[in-house]
């Protein structure tokens, strides 16, 4: 069965999840408009450095963050400067590393959406004198429906099966960096197989069940078969 | 002349795939991770001594118990702890009678900054520090030992929020070599080089204040008829093989 200090992992996991993918959102969303619209010369170099952590091992991104956010690194200095101290070993630095590690399952489901619109439609509001703003939530939001319920799901499972990174900036600390990932493997580690296999089980089940959503609801969007 | 050709690329083939094995051996040895710079010293001078070699994984003993109970292919294990080796032997997945004690470890609590921890460890009982860095003591023996000190030192109530647990004692080096904890527990062997204790400072925690670690080797069924398995073995009870161990601050066990 599931004890209590496992049920703790899945609640912080979670948790973890929920906030990063709020944050990926709020900071994908306009990313993902402007490399959808963009002509300048800088797209390639930003979307190249997007899609980093999907080609980066996770150690190589941990391991970068922890030199980085630790006291001598920049980041580190600076939070440091700040008041709020060093980031690793801490809730916030997991979120912030969440953010980066998953950015790119936002983002390019987004960027794929923002650019299927045809830009008839955006000229369109705007000659019925819609703001700006107006358009991108009345016009775009609608339209690219599916491409936000592809990107928070994707950027939600994805944090919550994070382990690399969890593993070289968390420090294992219950309730503040102890995921989920992390506690199977602990309890694969000490042998403890039974525990390992009931986390196991309902992550396993978790991600089924909400890719099976993800498609049943993808597939009843007629209009935008091609996101899928 | 087909035949032939096929007879002689046959025969090349044969002796570049078994050919080696009869004169010259290698051995895949899994190495608990505080073990890993002695280890490799040792293994070069075992390889120039017999003419076998060794290739050596590091980790932490617990994931290699894990991966040996099911299937994995290494043939010794030199563990951080007896429990490992026992367990893999009460499982029947060794060779009887090759089990023994390579090295006693001598824990270590050691800092990045000079100056920081002193030779008594006083550095504990005060609040300078936001992290004490130790390896997960559910499956690190040095990390068990680093809790048997903060439990004897009547610390560990006080100190446990502050505890950051790395996956094994590599990455504990990692997070207080990083400053990222201001100071940590570790194996000794970790911060020796040449014989001497390098960079920071450090306290050599006495024997009394935790259970003895007593790391524990075997050579598994699948090394049974490997000459460089059984080699290594002998090796590792060599006079050589011991004073590299010495050096590297590890006691012998008797």
Known sequence: ?228 | MPATIISRTAITLALLLFGQTSWSATVLVAVAANFSKPMTEIVSQFEKATGHSAKLSFGSSGKFVSQLENGGPFEVLLSADEKGPEKLEQAGLTVPNTRFVYALGKLVLWSATPNFVDNEGKILMTSNFKHLALADPKVAPYGAAAIDVLKKLKLFERLQPLLVQGENIAQTYQFISTANAELGFLALSQVIENGKIVGGSSWIIPDNLHAPIRQGAVLMKIGAENPAARALIDYLKSIPALAIIKKYGYDLAK
């Not at chain 1, 690793?88 to 960027?111: D, K, N, R, W």
């Not at chain 1, 819609?130 to 592809?150: H, I, N, Y």
């Open chain 1, 1 to 228: 069965m599931l004890t209590t200090a496992d049920l703790d992992t899945l609640f912080l996991t979670f948790k973890v999840a929920s906030i990063s993918t709020s944050l990926m959102l709020l900071f994908g969303t306009p990313l993902a408009w402007w490399l959808a619209r963009t002509t300048s010369s800088w797209k390639g170099f930003i979307n190249a450095i997007v899609a980093l952590p999907l080609v980066l091992p996770p150690t190589v991104l941990g391991f970068y963050l922890l030199v980085i956010m630790g006291p001598t690194g920049l980041i580190g200095e600076l939070t440091t400067w700040l008041g709020m101290g060093t980031l690793p070993f801490t809730f916030a630095g997991l979120v912030i590393a969440s953010v980066l590690y998953s950015m790119p399952f936002v983002v390019q489901p987004l960027q794929g959406a923002f650019t299927s619109i045809c830009e008839q439609s955006l000229e369109a509001a705007a000659t019925l004198r819609a703001s700006p703003l107006d358009t991108f939530f009345s016009v775009v939001v609608p339209l690219a429906k599916p491409g936000f319920l592809t990107a928070t799901i994707l950027g939600f499972t994805h944090t919550v099966g994070e382990f690399g990174v969890v593993l070289m900036i968390g420090g294992n600390i219950p309730d503040k960096t102890r995921v989920v990932s992390v506690q199977i493997y602990n309890h694969v580690e000490a042998l403890e197989y039974n525990e390992a296999h009931w986390l196991a089980g309902c992550l396993l089940l978790f991600s089924f069940t909400v890719l099976i959503i993800l498609y049943t609801v993808l597939k009843n969007q007629p209009n935008l078969q091609q996101l899928k």
